[in-house]
């Protein structure tokens, strides 16, 4: 059974752009979320996914957005990037039924903004 | 909101030895996840083992098992017979059991950098 992946794995932006990144979840896997990592802040949660809705989300500025698709896979979305945006970007998937299971992480998406 | 602390930034073990991290959280909630993540060089985070609150048996995973306190709200990971490739950041994670998983998503500590001596 394939991972989570996550597209690309390195990207290097200019600040004022915007960057889509992609997470394919793991087959049967409906939900989908995302998580920004930094040395300064750690692991912060960004939203979550479920069934194509955006069931929660964090506590981050509205130039972070997402979307989830009919087939489960998610992008994420930052317009106006700033240079504190640079970070590893991480999505989990989980099989989110009637239980929580836990979450999957793919490799992440490492963000670079110049 | 939940909290996680983890109040070891690093910590190092003989190869073979035993070591046990730290994790402490902080919630009003009675039902709720917790878990222990491994994040090595490839940054790939890694569950470790997961103890759903209501349980009260400590879970084990082969080399790792976890003391779960819930009343002191403390819930720290034993490696035992340390391998060389358990070197790692570790991360503790909170997760409200609450249908829809609570408005947080994962909730993570600061994390504890596991050094494993040869």
């Known amino acids: 059974k394939a991972g989570v992946t996550q597209t690309p794995r390195y990207l290097i932006k200019t600040r004022g752009q915007q960057v889509t990144l992609s997470c394919s979840p793991i087959?049967?896997?409906?939900?989908v979320s995302w998580y920004q990592q930094t040395p300064g802040q750690g692991l912060q949660f960004l939203f979550e996914y479920f069934s194509e809705t955006q069931r929660n989300k964090g506590n981050f500025p509205g130039r972070f957005s997402g979307r989830q698709f009919s087939n489960s896979r998610s992008e994420m979305n930052v317009s106006t990037l700033e240079l504190g945006d640079s970070a590893l970007y991480l999505c989990a998937s989980s099989s989110r039924g009637a239980t929580y299971t836990e979450a999957f992480f793919g490799q992440g998406t490492r963000l670079t903004v110049v | 909101a939940q909290t996680v602390t983890q109040s070891q930034p690093e910590m190092s073990v003989q190869e073979a030895e035993t070591v046990t991290l730290s994790c402490t959280y902080d919630?009003?909630?009675?039902?709720?996840?917790l878990f222990w993540y491994k994040q090595p060089p490839s940054r790939q985070m890694i569950l470790v083992i997961r103890?759903?609150?209501?349980?009260?048996q400590n879970a084990t995973e082969n080399r790792f098992s976890v003391n779960f306190q819930k009343a002191a709200k403390s819930f720290s990971l034993k490696i035992s017979d340390s391998q060389l490739g358990d070197a790692a950041m570790y991360f503790c994670a909170y997760r409200s059991a609450r249908y829809g998983g609570g408005a947080d998503g994962l909730t993570f500590g600061k994390g504890t950098h596991l050094i494993i001596q040869p």
């Open positions: 103890q759903e609150a209501y349980k009260q």
């Open positions: 087959s049967g896997h409906r939900s």
């Open positions: 919630t009003s909630e009675s039902d709720y996840y």
